[in-house]
């Protein structure tokens, strides 16, 4: 398992890229699976406007996003309660909640290996 991470400033381009929606004419097998939305709802600007409004509730985090790309070999397959069980530990180290904490999970379809993309709002309904 390798994991990619990276920090930003901007919601909409991140969600709007885990939606895929800058492609228009993929496949339905190639369209993204959207696994989990936790505490976001709407369309790819409402859920971009909600998290936003949740991180400006702390002045200290200039970069709210956190994407993660989680991407296994090609030879590893994983079921889904495994898969699950890597989020949550995923959850566990960032100090994210379900409760506190918006994020959104997808699988993607664009590549040979089985890989997943996870966006978070790092400031939580806590203010932290």
């Known amino acids: 398992m390798i994991i990619n991470v990276t920090t930003g400033t901007g919601f909409l381009g991140a969600i709007s890229y885990i939606h895929k929606e ?16 936790n505490l976001v709802f ?6 971009a406007y909600l998290m936003r409004s949740i991180a400006l509730r702390n002045a200290r985090s200039s970069r709210p996003v956190l994407h993660l790309s ?7 397959i994983i079921n889904e309660e495994t898969r699950d069980v890597i989020f949550d530990k995923i959850l566990e180290e960032l100090g994210a909640t379900r409760d506190n904490n918006q994020f959104i999970i997808a699988q993607h379809f664009d590549a040979a290996h089985e890989h997943y993309h996870f966006l978070l709002n790092k400031v939580g309904f806590d203010r932290s």
Request: without cysteine; charged residues 45%.
């Open 70 to 76: 989680v991407s296994f070999h090609k030879e590893e």
């Open 22 to 37: 800058h492609e228009k004419n993929f496949s339905e097998e190639k369209k993204p699976k959207i696994l989990e939305e």
């Open 42 to 47: 709407g369309t790819v600007p409402e859920q």
